[in-house]
């Protein structure tokens, strides 16, 4: 291991030993190599125990990845003992060893989300689920924020949080009594341990003599504490952070975490490390313009040798369907002519519902993607549902899709009727639907039982008969109407703002199948055909593979710690990023961080769109661009699109598109 390699702020903050200290890391600018060769420096050159030192960060991802590069630094025997974990799994480890003292037993279980939400429905008898999540939401606040019940009922300043303080109490005392614990007490726990038992601190103390913290601008006051805890006066820390990439507010993130350090250590050292590996310089000057307009506690510029670059691409779309379309067009341009890979894309934006036209474009043009952080469009439950119907019409022995949709919408065959009816089709070796007709069920089931089978049964014989005459669309629509799927939803959904989103999804696949029919290629297709091509799109989504060649899709909070040599910001508009609540509630700052984040994963080109249109609510309303693209420089922008013409844009984009497959094809 050489330390020539490094540049000279990376070598500093490597062999700086002298007491604790912060290395403010820039995005790119190798956070993670200076962590794995202090590592290194400190068990090689300084004869420190690997079991003696613990680096921590938030990530299993990341903490494989440290793993992977100690592995090429020291042998196995140097690096025995030594810990690197996420802080979840530190504290586990904690709460393990001092299981005794902390009250429970071996075999503690973990709650998790789910878990804590059936307790407090249970505790909170009678209250809503959107009120039960107000309150697990809040008790995870107050845990992360190092406060326990009894304070939190000190604190409580009106009746609501004076109730979920009650709650939060009873909730502990049932963790106690299952010995459990849930994702907070991880970090809760250990942290009160260390408060109330010197001894076992000390222990500790001795047990990890150097500390080092990766993204320490996304620690909550738990974590602070705790890392606190261990350091002591001591001051063996190393923190690495970037207070211009703090986005995790909403789960107790506090990037102030960083200028603390230099009041609980007084002795800091500040090192920063400005030089950026992974962008050109157009988007460093675009990423820190942005960026200048947060106050900072620490100033910082990133820079790169890697050359200026190509101006940055601002794309204006007449509506959010026109903005998809042109994105995949650029995209797909792009790709042909540069000879690069599907993988070498990443479409990021700021919610996941923002997704589903970037897919529905992506799939028509058969561009492979990655869906990360979010729901597919065919995992959504009421797009099975309606695919197990469509599946069943098609192929009357789809014993799986018979499954599912035999009582949804419910219509009294329960699940000992399920069972009865299942047994039998095994029994007389045959599917579920060719059962449901077999003169011997009469003796399996009762008679009410049986006359609600038989009707289902003849009802899907009555409506795969009609796909054999009719068009498949009015097929669909017809099923929709009379299932009544959408009374189902009303009456199943949590508010009616849920069963509206979910029955638009209904829609929307409703309005694919037409898209698919109208197609020159699919002109006399059934239902079954085209129940077959969504299906395998389906089958295709499954591949949870982030490896292989494929367009990356997901959030800016998802996009964090990533590159990607070509990069689309989608949705640059007022209410979507900056987000309307941040908006309301005054925290324009971490969403100008969060639009920092997704500018600094471009390695070589960065484009931004946004449409000037967007139905919102099933209304179409006049959207204003984000003020961040204001905030860039105009000397590295070009923007496009201004005056479009949709009918001419749309005309040229199939144009496009239509010489790129044929590009394709002819490769």
Not at 24 to 40: D, E
Not at 268 to 292: F, H, P, T, V
Not at 372 to 394: P, Q, W
Request: include cysteine.
């Amino acid at each position: 291991m050489s330390l020539q390699s490094l540049n000279p702020r990376q070598r500093e903050a490597v062999e700086y030993l002298a007491g604790p200290v912060l290395v403010l890391a820039g995005a790119g600018s190798g956070k993670t190599r200076v962590i794995t060769y202090k590592i290194a420096e400190l068990i090689r050159r300084h004869g420190l125990e690997a079991r003696h030192i613990a680096a921590v960060t938030f990530t299993n991802k990341a903490a494989r990845e440290m793993k992977a590069r100690i592995t090429g630094l020291l042998n196995a025997e140097a690096a025995k003992g030594l810990r690197i974990s996420t802080f979840h799994t530190l504290g586990l480890n904690i709460i393990r060893r001092e299981l005794t003292t902390l009250g429970y037993r071996k075999g503690f279980s973990i709650y998790d989300d789910q878990d804590s939400m059936a307790v407090l429905t249970e505790l909170g008898r009678g209250e809503k689920e959107e009120r039960i999540r107000q309150f697990r939401n809040q008790i995870s606040r107050w845990k992360s924020a190092c406060i326990d019940h009894k304070e939190a009922q000190r604190l409580a300043e009106d009746p609501l949080h004076s109730h979920a303080a009650e709650l939060y109490e009873a909730y502990d005392r049932h963790l106690q009594a299952c010995n459990a614990v849930d994702f907070d007490d991880l970090i809760f726990l250990p942290v009160r341990l260390f408060r109330d038992h010197d001894k076992v601190l000390q222990r500790w103390r001795s047990n990890i003599r150097y500390l080092l913290v990766d993204e320490y601008q996304d620690t909550n006051s738990t974590q602070y504490e705790l890392v606190r805890q261990l350091v002591g006066d001591r001051g063996c820390l190393t923190v690495v952070g970037d207070d211009d990439q703090s986005i995790y507010a909403w789960r107790g993130a506090q990037p102030e975490n960083l200028e603390q350090l230099a009041k609980d250590f007084t002795s800091l050292k500040l090192i920063k490390l400005e030089q950026n590996y992974r962008s050109m310089g157009c988007i460093l000057k675009a990423a820190n313009q942005l960026i200048a307009n947060n106050p900072h506690v620490f100033e910082k510029a990133l820079w790169s040798e890697l050359g200026f670059g190509e101006p940055l691409q601002v794309i204006r779309a007449a509506n959010e369907e026109r903005e998809a379309e042109k994105v995949v067009n650029r995209l797909m341009h792009h790709k042909f002519t540069q000879r690069t890979q599907f993988k070498d894309y990443a479409i990021l934006y700021r919610g996941n519902h923002q997704s589903r036209l970037f897919e529905r474009a992506l799939r028509e043009y058969n561009i492979p993607y990655y869906l990360s952080g979010g729901t597919s469009f065919f995992a959504y439950t009421e797009i099975k549902d309606i695919m197990g119907y469509l599946r069943v019409l098609a192929n009357p022995d789809d014993d799986n899709a018979m499954l599912r949709i035999i009582n949804t919408p419910r219509r009294e065959i329960g699940p000992g009727t399920v069972e009865k009816l299942v047994a039998f089709s095994h029994e007389k070796n045959c599917s579920l639907y060719t059962a449901c007709h077999d003169a011997d069920l009469d003796e399996k089931l009762s008679s009410r039982a049986l006359r609600k089978v038989r009707e289902f049964a003849d009802w899907l014989a009555r409506m795969s008969y009609q796909t054999e005459s009719e068009p498949p669309l009015r097929v669909v629509k017809q099923l929709l109407t009379e299932i009544n799927y959408q009374q189902w939803l009303e009456d199943t959904c949590t508010d009616e703002k849920a069963a509206e989103r979910r029955m638009n999804n209904v829609l929307e696949l409703v309005e694919w199948l037409d898209r698919l029919a109208k197609r020159p290629s699919m002109s006399d297709a059934t239902l079954g055909d085209l129940v077959a091509r969504l299906t395998l799109l389906d089958i295709l989504d499954r591949d949870d593979e982030q490896e292989g060649d494929h367009v990356h899709l997901m959030t800016l909070h998802a996009a964090k710690g990533l590159e990607f040599p070509h990069v689309y910001m989608v949705g640059m508009e007022e209410d979507i990023l900056p987000h309307r609540v941040s908006i309301e509630e005054g925290n324009i700052e971490e969403e100008r961080r969060l639009a920092y984040v997704g500018i600094t994963r471009a390695q070589r080109t960065l484009t931004f769109s946004y449409a000037a249109r967007r139905k919102r609510f099933g209304e179409m309303i006049e959207c204003e661009p984000s003020r961040f693209l204001d905030e860039l420089p105009d000397d590295v922008i070009e923007r496009e699109g201004q005056n479009e013409d949709p009918e001419a844009a749309h005309a040229e984009a199939e144009a496009t598109l239509t010489s790129l497959r044929s590009l394709l094809q002819k490769n």
